[in-house]
T-cell receptor, first 113, second 113 residues
């Protein structure tokens, strides 16, 4: 089955700096890659996703890149703010095969003011 | 996106007992899923709740331990049976909201003593 690895497990950045989280996946058939943000005690919230026919996607301060050949994808947060502090999870799935999400281990991001 | 609710939001149970968690969606959805998030960990898919047929369980999860019902397109239940302290986790349902995206319910925080 699919295996998703995520790095780093913790990330501390100064407010205004950029944060980058990297994930690798094992199943080359995976073609949908969402990112979730989970604040303490809250549900995971979808923040951005990318499909395998796209190499990069941006939404304001958030961007995701995908390298299908290398089987890795990354989340980039620019101009970080204290409210970006949370745990971020990457995931991979094959929508045509039941869309079962396999999650990475998570990255705890702390933005220091 | 769909509005998803779960009941109960939290519970403390004695070992050997069972708890049924409900997931309600405000619109009809084809795909519903149940995930487990152990303390400080990532999310793991338990099963896909299929409407009108048995749930599809992931490796490591069995129907006797986690029976699931899906009587219609807006509702599902997950039962955690014969609980032990190792079952202490957050249990989350998710629904597919179209275009492959999954949205999560608020979760049920279960503590087993």
């Amino acid at each position: 089955g699919e295996n998703v690895e995520q790095h780093p497990s913790t990330l501390s950045v100064q407010e205004g700096d950029s944060a980058v989280i990297k994930c690798t996946y094992s199943d080359s058939a995976s073609n949908y890659f969402p990112w979730y943000k989970q604040e303490l005690g809250k549900r995971p919230q979808l923040i951005i996703d990318i499909r395998s026919n796209v190499g990069e996607k941006k939404d304001q301060r958030i961007a995701v890149t995908l390298n299908k050949t290398a089987k890795h994808f990354s989340l980039h947060i620019t101009e970080t703010q204290p409210e970006d502090s949370a745990v971020y999870f990457c995931a991979a799935s094959i929508p045509a095969a039941g869309n079962k999400l396999t999650f990475g281990g998570g990255t705890r991001v702390l933005v220091k003011p | 996106s769909a509005v998803i609710s779960q009941k109960p939001s939290r519970d403390i149970c004695q070992r050997g007992t069972s708890l049924t968690i409900q997931c309600q969606v405000d619109s009809q959805v084809t795909m519903m899923f149940w995930y487990r998030q152990q303390p400080g960990q990532s999310l793991t898919l338990i099963a896909t709740a299929n409407q009108g047929s048995e749930a599809t369980y992931e490796s490591g999860f069995v129907i006797d331990k986690f029976p699931i019902s899906r009587p219609n397109l807006t509702f599902s239940t997950l039962t955690v049976s014969n609980m032990s302290p190792e079952d202490s986790s957050i249990y989350l349902c998710s629904v597919e909201g179209g275009t492959d995206t999954q949205y999560f319910g608020p979760g049920t925080r279960l503590t087993v003593l």
